[in-house]
């Protein structure tokens, strides 16, 4: 039983791995250009503590947002983050 399964998981791989990989190819045309791209790397790291949290993320030298002809592009690992703006104003009370 095993024998047979593991010939046919060899000739699975064997054949995946003849098989020709796929390559996108960006187009430009009609006022859009696809033909650049660029190979980053990185991620993010949660530091917590003290009800603070503190996220970040490397090596994304591109990242940025783009827009024109009412189209936004956002580039980067966290493109689709938004970023909540609150503001504390402090209180001070008077103690008499």
Same mark, same amino acid.
């Given at each position: 039983?095993?024998?047979?399964?593991?010939? *046919?998981?060899?000739?699975?791989?064997?054949?995946?791995?003849?098989?020709? /990989?796929?390559?996108?190819r960006?187009?430009?045309?009609s006022?859009?250009? *696809?033909?650049? !791209?660029?190979?980053?790397?990185?991620? !993010?790291?949660? /530091?917590?503590?003290?009800?603070? /949290?503190?996220?970040?993320?490397?090596?994304?030298?591109?990242?940025? *947002?783009? /827009?024109?002809e009412?189209?936004?592009?956002?580039?980067?690992f966290?493109?689709?983050?938004?970023?909540? !703006?609150?503001?504390?104003?402090?209180?001070?009370?008077?103690s008499?």
């Amino acid at each position: 039983m095993k024998r047979p399964f593991l010939a *046919l998981f060899a000739l699975l791989l064997l054949l995946l791995a003849a098989l020709p /990989s796929a390559v996108a190819r960006a187009q430009s045309g009609s006022g859009y250009d *696809l033909t650049w !791209y660029t190979v980053d790397g990185g991620g !993010y790291t949660w /530091s917590m503590g003290d009800g603070y /949290s503190l996220g970040g993320t490397v090596g994304q030298a591109d990242a940025g *947002l783009l /827009s024109g002809e009412g189209y936004t592009l956002v580039g980067g690992f966290w493109g689709g983050a938004t970023i909540e !703006y609150r503001v504390y104003l402090p209180l001070v009370l008077r103690s008499n």
